[in-house]
Each structure stands twice: as structure tokens, then as C-alpha cells.
């Protein structure tokens, strides 16, 4: 019985027990996405049957991986299983949950070396000049509209005071395109996080506001008179981190893509042990209904293709450099292989190094 993260397993236990239980499983990946260069974005597959434990070089400080968010979530699990196999290996590397807001401090201060942060954002600040590549996602989010009931339908909104993420953050984005491509006039508040954009709308303070779906379900559970009205879009939760950083820690960020498409392999082999193991990470009692709203979140996962692909859809990168063009963030579109060239090469060499020997 796998147990990752067990007290008094060795270090290199876990991973070489993982790594042996897939023997043989085909593993889907994100494969090559240098788009403008005549390479079309593909995905590959990988039969493994002998792979190598990962190797370390490890790095002189404590590497941080920062989630933009306070609540633990299924979504998030198979990267908490990646980093707990790093750790086995012998790294320093901490999964830390804080405000979208505080993650994006934290980047910009370079003290979480690798952040989920919106992609308008980012592609502001590569304008600008820093030099930033994606990295491993995270997971997936949906985005709903949600309004009072006496509004039926997006139409009825005009004119109203919806409520909207900060400027750069994805709900931003998101609702702004939705509105401007339905030519949708309403008074936008901002109000930092969904959360709060809930408890405005309980409040009456606003009459609709984009909610991660997980908030506009739990108002609809308390009887709240509030009712969905329209999907806005299903995020990928993408991870960015620096250049020179990822150059110079190149042997993490292998072992890390490694990891990733060992607990995406795992997730999928282990369906029943990821829910449970989630479930009690998450601190989730073993309920019926817990059960079954986790195995609905897990089902939508595996559709999507989260637990197959190590970056987020090349189509989602492209969507968000398109609101972000539209919103007058950035000037001229951002060549996508910008971002991408080394996180490639890193995601080929970690595929040669567990191959068959």
C-alpha cells in the first residue's frame, strides 16, 4: 500500500514504489507548444515499464510553491502528492495556500520561486520586461455568474452593480470579456475575492458577481436567493516562475515535471485512494454526500485532462493573451514560445530520463 509521505519511509522509497506501480501505463502530457514556429501543439504519450528514482541537485534555499487560494481542494492534490515525492527525494519544497494577492507579492519579491498568478499578469509584467516561463499547472477552476433570482438571465443585468475581481486577476478578465462580447453595460465593484464577492451579493450590497463555482454552490446550499445564471470559463490554475531561476535550479524543475505526471499517472490509476486521501488532506469527513461531490470534482478533473497534462491547454494561454490584447493590458500579442522554449526542454528531458533503460 502506497502511503506518500509517511513518517520513517526512506527518501527514495516512495518515489521508487510510484514509479514501479505504473509500470506499463500510458502517460498522456502537453507535449510541444512553440506555437509560430511551425510546430503545432500535440499531445504525446510515453509507455513506461523501468524508470530511474529522481535525481537531486539540490538547491541552496528553500523553494516555495505558492497557490493563490486559503482552502485546500481536490483539484489541488495531485501537485500536493508531487511535492510530498520531492520531498521524499531529499528537497526543501514547501506547497504554501495564501491570497491570489499575497502570491502575487510573494512572486514579485522572488520569495515563492514558483506562484499561480493570472495570466493577464503575467503577460503585463513580460511586457514590461521580466522574463517569466510557465511551469507545472496546478488545476482547474470554474468561474460562474451568479445573480439575485429576480435577475433571470445575463440581459436582465443591465444597468446593475456586479461585483468583479481585481484588475489583472482572472475573474477580472473573465467577466469583462463576457460582458463587452454580449455588449452588457452594468456598474462594476471590485471586490478582491470570491468569497467576498459572495457575502456582498448575501448582502445585497451587489445584485451578481463572477464566484469560483465552489462559493456560488455553498450560497445556493444555505437557501441564499441567489441562482446561477451562465459559465464564464474553466480556469487552468497555471504556475509561473523567473528564467534565471529555473535555469539555475534546472534539476528541480525536471524532478518537478516528473513528479507531476507521476501523481497526474497515480491520480488516474488510484481513483478510490486520491478521493480518500484528498478528502482527509482536506480534512473532509468521510460522508456520503462528502463522497460524492468529491468524486463529481474528480470525474470533471479527469474529463478535462488535468491529470494528463503537465502544462495547461495551449488553448488556454491563447484565450487569456486574447482578453488581455482586448482589455488594453498589454500593447501587441506575446509570442507563446517566449514562454515556453526551456519549460520544453525541461519536460523532454524529464521524459528521456524515464524511459526504459
Given at each position: 500500500m502506497?502511503?506518500?509521505?509517511?513518517?520513517?519511509?526512506?527518501?527514495?522509497?516512495?518515489?521508487?514504489?510510484?514509479?514501479?506501480?505504473?509500470?506499463?501505463?500510458?502517460?498522456g502530457?502537453?507535449?510541444?507548444?512553440?506555437?509560430?514556429?511551425?510546430?503545432?501543439?500535440?499531445?504525446?504519450?510515453?509507455?513506461?515499464?523501468?524508470?530511474?528514482?529522481?535525481?537531486?541537485?539540490?538547491?541552496?534555499?528553500?523553494?516555495?510553491?505558492?497557490?493563490?487560494?486559503l482552502?485546500?481542494?481536490?483539484?489541488?492534490?495531485?501537485?500536493?502528492?508531487?511535492?510530498?515525492?520531492?520531498?521524499?527525494?531529499?528537497?526543501?519544497?514547501?506547497?504554501?495556500?495564501?491570497?491570489?494577492?499575497?502570491?502575487?507579492?510573494?512572486?514579485?519579491?522572488?520569495?515563492?520561486?514558483?506562484?499561480?498568478?493570472?495570466?493577464?499578469?503575467?503577460?503585463?509584467?513580460?511586457?514590461q520586461?521580466?522574463?517569466?516561463?510557465?511551469?507545472?499547472?496546478?488545476?482547474?477552476?470554474?468561474?460562474?455568474?451568479?445573480?439575485?433570482?429576480?435577475?433571470?438571465?445575463?440581459?436582465?443585468?443591465?444597468?446593475?452593480?456586479?461585483?468583479?475581481?481585481?484588475?489583472?486577476?482572472?475573474?477580472?478578465?473573465?467577466?469583462?470579456?463576457?460582458?463587452?462580447?454580449?455588449?452588457?453595460?452594468?456598474?462594476?465593484?471590485?471586490?478582491?475575492?470570491?468569497?467576498?464577492?459572495?457575502?456582498?451579493?448575501?448582502?445585497?450590497?451587489?445584485?451578481?458577481?463572477?464566484?469560483?463555482?465552489?462559493?456560488?454552490?455553498?450560497?445556493?446550499?444555505?437557501?441564499a436567493?441567489?441562482?446561477?445564471?451562465?459559465?464564464?470559463?474553466?480556469?487552468?490554475?497555471?504556475?509561473?516562475?523567473y528564467?534565471?531561476?529555473?535555469?539555475?535550479?534546472?534539476?528541480?524543475?525536471?524532478?518537478?515535471?516528473?513528479?507531476?505526471?507521476?501523481?497526474?499517472?497515480?491520480?488516474?490509476?488510484?481513483?478510490d485512494?486520491?478521493?480518500?486521501?484528498?478528502?482527509?488532506?482536506?480534512?473532509?469527513?468521510?460522508?456520503?454526500?462528502?463522497?460524492?461531490?468529491?468524486?463529481?470534482?474528480?470525474?470533471?478533473?479527469?474529463?478535462?485532462?488535468?491529470?494528463?497534462?503537465t502544462?495547461?491547454?495551449?488553448?488556454?494561454?491563447?484565450?487569456?493573451?486574447?482578453?488581455?490584447l482586448?482589455?488594453?493590458?498589454?500593447?501587441?500579442?506575446?509570442?507563446?514560445?517566449?514562454?515556453?522554449?526551456?519549460?520544453?526542454?525541461?519536460?523532454e528531458?524529464?521524459?528521456?530520463?524515464?524511459?526504459?533503460?
Open positions: 502506497i502511503r506518500l509521505g509517511r513518517q520513517g519511509s526512506s527518501r527514495r522509497g516512495v518515489i521508487q514504489t510510484l514509479m514501479a506501480g505504473i509500470a506499463g501505463a500510458i502517460i502530457f502537453a507535449g510541444t507548444y512553440l506555437a509560430g514556429m511551425g510546430r503545432e501543439a500535440t499531445t504525446q504519450v510515453l509507455t513506461t515499464t523501468v524508470t530511474a528514482p529522481l535525481t537531486i541537485e539540490k538547491p541552496k534555499e528553500k523553494i516555495t510553491i505558492g497557490i493563490g487560494t482552502t485546500k481542494e481536490l483539484p489541488w492534490f495531485k501537485t500536493e502528492l508531487a511535492i510530498r515525492m520531492l520531498k521524499e527525494t531529499g528537497y526543501d519544497v514547501e506547497l504554501v495556500y495564501l491570497t491570489p494577492r499575497a502570491v502575487r507579492e510573494a512572486f514579485l519579491a522572488r520569495k515563492a520561486q514558483v506562484a499561480s498568478i493570472s495570466a493577464p499578469v503575467i503577460y503585463s509584467l513580460i511586457e520586461g521580466h522574463d517569466i516561463i510557465t511551469a507545472p499547472h496546478t488545476g482547474a477552476v470554474e468561474l460562474v455568474l451568479v445573480a439575485n433570482e429576480n435577475y433571470p438571465d445575463p440581459r436582465s443585468l443591465e444597468g446593475k452593480r456586479v461585483g468583479i475581481g481585481l484588475i489583472g486577476a482572472y475573474e477580472y478578465a473573465a467577466l469583462t470579456a463576457y460582458l463587452r462580447e454580449r455588449n452588457i453595460n452594468v456598474e462594476l465593484i471590485q471586490i478582491g475575492e470570491s468569497k467576498e464577492r459572495a457575502n456582498a451579493l448575501l448582502g445585497g450590497k451587489i445584485d451578481a458577481a463572477g464566484l469560483i463555482l465552489k462559493e456560488a454552490l455553498a450560497l445556493i446550499e444555505q437557501g436567493p441567489v441562482k446561477i445564471i451562465d459559465s464564464l470559463h474553466v480556469f487552468w490554475v497555471i504556475n509561473w516562475v528564467r534565471d531561476w529555473a535555469e539555475q535550479n534546472s534539476r528541480f524543475m525536471i524532478d518537478y515535471y516528473k513528479a507531476q505526471i507521476l501523481a497526474g499517472q497515480w491520480a488516474l490509476n488510484n481513483r485512494r486520491f478521493i480518500n486521501e484528498a478528502m482527509e488532506w482536506m480534512g473532509l469527513e468521510q460522508s456520503e454526500e462528502n463522497r460524492k461531490r468529491q468524486e463529481e470534482i474528480y470525474e470533471w478533473l479527469r474529463n478535462l485532462g488535468v491529470f494528463y497534462y502544462f495547461a491547454p495551449i488553448d488556454e494561454y491563447k484565450i487569456l493573451m486574447k482578453w488581455t482586448e482589455s488594453g493590458d498589454i500593447k501587441s500579442e506575446i509570442p507563446l514560445e517566449k514562454i515556453f522554449d526551456l519549460p520544453n526542454r525541461f519536460l528531458q524529464a521524459f528521456d530520463e524515464m524511459k526504459p533503460t
